[in-house]
């Protein structure tokens, strides 16, 4: 990442961004060079929002405005540097650390492995679209997935029109999957996560003979969930700790996110409804 990048990183780190606001935020990041010379019009466009988003996303950054934000990136430009920055934080030269560090760096290691796994795209926008078609959509995550299904379809029914979260095993489960199916519902999205409950391979196998198409993340392509014809996205789970850690999952459950709102035409005018909506309410402290 560029200087210029990593100074806009610092200056959005510590707020409380909208999922529009981080759109704009994310772009700006992506034309770091180009940010403190783009109109609001420019900006808007770029980042596929709407003007007044742009204006927004300025006062919540403690500006009074746009032109603001952009004069104070703009004499940012020509600080030389004269002596860098202290306290850039470099790792400890890949010493092994106490176990809470190894852990973290376990992590770490499996963000970058999802990172080389995501530079072909083509698995997750077709995911993106299939989730996307489904109307209603049913998100299945039980016991250990449960907190990563609950996650993806909060977010997701700001933007998708009917998303049913199957969080709960129990005899009503292939009720409420019958359910989803006789309501129109193409594909089902599961998070499967070690250990790997029955009921979750239970569910799949119905799900798949009531005619769903799959998409399946899970913490391995030789997970017990995995069949032939889904589309499964792996992302290992740590397991230096007393109990599994899930970053690279949760992270791949936002990147589907993305790729499904991509895929939904009205996402981005959802998305600043919801925050309009939200404004008026007083729904957030901040």
Known sequence: MSGAGARLLRMFEGHRLTPTQRRI????????????FLSSVE???LAGVSQPSVTRFAVALGFDGYPALRRHLREALPAPSAGGAPGTGEDDGGA???????AVRAEIEHLRQLAALLADPAPVSEAGRLLAAS???PVLGLRAAAAQARGFAYFA?????????LDEGGSMLDDRLDAAVRAGASALLCFALPRHPRETVAALEHAREAGLRIVTVADSVFAPVARPGDLLLPAAVGTTLSFDTACSPMMLGRVLLEAMCDELPDAQARLEEFDARAARRGLFAE
């Open 96 to 102: 092994e650390g106490n176990a809470y560090q190894q």
């Open 157 to 165: 029914a700001k933007v998708h029109p009917d998303v049913r979260l």
């Open 135 to 137: 109307r209603p959509l």
């Open 43 to 45: 900006l808007a466009e």
């Open 25 to 36: 935020a994310h772009c700006m990041v992506r034309r770091a060079d180009d940010a403190p």
